[in-house]
C-alpha cells in the first residue's frame, strides 16, 4: 500500500486549549529525550515505555510513538537542532525560548483496530472540521482530557481522501509541528492508500533520458529526447563536501529525490556515469581533496534504488561539453550533462557532434563560468539571458533566451537540430537542497 502525506494547518483554538496543548508539546518532547537516553544506555523497549508511562504521565500510546520516533536516530543528537543550540549558547534566545522550541512536536501513530487514530482523531460537524487531542489532563471532569482545535485541509484533499479520515476503517498517523514564530500549528496526516486508490507510478517516456553530471558539492543535469533538449539545470548539495557521515546520508537521499521528482516531471528514465576517482590527479591538493570525496558510489546505489537509475559511460562529454559552452552560452558541467545524454540516445549523433569541425574553430578561454548560466562578460541590462520562468509547476530562474534574443547565430548550427535545441528557449532550472 502507498502512503499519502495530507498538509492542514490548526486554525481556531481557544486560550485554555492552547494551554493544554503546550502542556502536551512538553510532555511529549521530554518522553523523547528520556527514551533517546535509555535507548544509548541499553535499556531494553518494553522497559522504557514502561518508565515512560510511569515518570512522564503519558498513556502507552504517546510513550509507544515517543520510542519509536527516536528508534532510528543516531548516536550524538541533538534534540531541537545544532543551530538552536548555539543561539541559546550565543545568549540569543531566552532559557524558556530554548526549551518552547525543543518541544515543537507531537506524533500520534493510528491502529486499525481503533478506526483510524485513538489519540488524536479527525472529526467532522456539519462544515467544520476538528481534531480531537488526548491531553491527557486528569480531572474529576473527563471531557477535560479533549480538546477540539478547528483544522483546515485543502479542498483538493478533503474531496478525494475525505472517506479515508472519516470512515473510521483507515489507520492514520498525525504530526502536529509548533512553528518557530509561534505563529500557529502545523499538521500533517498520513494515510495508506487502499491498492485501488493508490495513483500509478509514472512511466517514463520512450527515448527520454535524465542524464547527470555528478560534481564536487553539486549534480548537473539535462533531460534530452533524441533531437532535441528539453531542460537543464542544476541540484547543489554543497554540504556533502564537509558534513558528517550520517549527515552526508540524508543530503544523497535529499538528492536523490529532487532528481526523481524531475526526472518524473518530464517522464524521463535517470542515467549517471562511471567516475573513478581514484585516477584523477592534480598539482592543487584542494582539488584533489574535493574530488576524492565525492561519494560517488554510495550516490550511485541510492539512485537506483530510489530512480532506478542506470550506470552508463560518460567517456569524453566533459571535453565535448567545453567546447559546446561557449556556443550555447551554458555552463561547462550542463552541457556535459547534454552531451552524455546524447551519447545515451544516439551514439552516432554523439561521434558526429565530436568530430564536427564547427566546435575545433572555437578559441580557448572561451567557456563559461560554472553553474551560473551566463557569460564572463557583462552583460547590459535587458539582455535577457537570465530570467524568471514558470514552466508545468516548476520554477526556473534561469532561461536562455532563444537565438535572435542573446546570442548571435553561428554559421552551420542549423545542421545541428541538438545543438540548436540547446541554444534556443531552454528553461534552466537551479534546486537547493536545504
Known sequence: MSKLTIPAVITKINQRDQAQLENLFRQFGNARRRAYTLKQQGVPKAEIERLLQEQMGLNSRYTKDAHHSIENLPTHVTFGGLKLQRLREQGRITAEEYKKRRNSLIISRGDKTKKGNLNTR??????RITLRINTLITTNDSSERWIHP???????????????????????TVVLKRRDDDRGYDVRITVELPAEEAEPSPKPKPGRVMALDVNAGHVDFAVAEKNRVLAVGKINCHEVQYASTNKTNNLLHKTAS??????????????????????????????????????????????????????????????????LSPLVGLDVHKCAAAAFALKVLDYEGFKTL??????????????????????????????????????????????????????SEIPGIRGLSFLESLKTNLPCLHVKIC
Request: glycine fraction near 10%; charged fraction near 30%.
Open 122 to 127: 479527525i472529526t467532522k460537524e456539519e462544515a
Open 150 to 172: 478547528e483544522i483546515f485541509i485543502p479542498e483538493k484533499y478533503l474531496k478525494r481522501y475525505q472517506h479515508l479520515l472519516l470512515d473510521g476503517r483507515f489507520p492514520y
Open 258 to 323: 529532487k532528481v526523481r521528482n524531475i526526472a518524473e516531471h518530464y517522464g524521463a528514465r535517470v542515467v549517471y556515469g562511471k567516475l573513478y576517482t581514484q585516477w584523477f590527479r592534480s598539482k592543487h591538493h584542494r582539488a584533489n581533496r574535493r574530488v576524492k570525496r565525492i561519494p560517488h558510489h554510495k550516490f550511485g546505489s541510492i539512485l537506483k534504488a530510489k530512480c532506478g537509475a542506470v550506470e552508463r559511460s560518460e567517456a569524453y562529454t566533459t571535453k565535448l561539453g567545453e567546447k
Open 354 to 407: 565530436r568530430s564536427s569541425s564547427l566546435l575545433d574553430e572555437i578559441p580557448r578561454g572561451a567557456a563559461l563560468d560554472e553553474g551560473v548560466g551566463s557569460l564572463r562578460r557583462r552583460l547590459s541590462v535587458g539582455s535577457g539571458l537570465t530570467a524568471l520562468h514558470q514552466d508545468q509547476g516548476l520554477v526556473h530562474d534561469e532561461v536562455a533566451l532563444i537565438c535572435n534574443g542573446g546570442y
